[in-house]
Nanobody, 114 residues
């Protein structure tokens, strides 16, 4: 059974930093490209960052230079280090494979206050 459990969200002030974690289980996730996605209120879910099995990364223009994605394959864990946070980063953040599986976790809420 696939499980994706995101954690680490919270309330931070603009300019602050936070690290999100994602624990994946139920599959051999080390063979997948992994991604972080987010969904802001009233908006569609969007891809924020991806990391391949060999550690190559890619970012949405809106977060480039501020967010860093990493992974620990031995633990099926993916991280998203976020800095220089902006109110526009407020969203529920999810991890998944890329392309995404049909299953989604509950996500973790990030709220950035101005």
């Amino acid at each position: 059974q696939v499980q994706l459990v995101e954690s680490g969200g919270g309330l931070v002030q603009a300019g602050g930093s936070l690290r999100l974690s994602c624990a994946a289980s139920g599959r051999r996730f080390s063979i997948y490209t992994m991604g972080w996605y987010r969904q802001a209120p009233g908006k569609q879910r969007e891809l924020v960052a991806t990391i391949t099995t060999d550690g190559s990364t890619n970012y949405a223009d809106s977060v480039k230079g501020r967010f860093t994605v990493s992974r620990e394959n031995a633990w099926n864990t993916v991280y998203l280090q976020m800095s220089g946070l902006k109110p526009d980063d407020t969203a529920v953040y999810y991890c998944n494979t890329h392309p995404a599986l049909e299953y989604w976790g509950r996500g973790t809420q990030l709220t950035v206050s101005s």
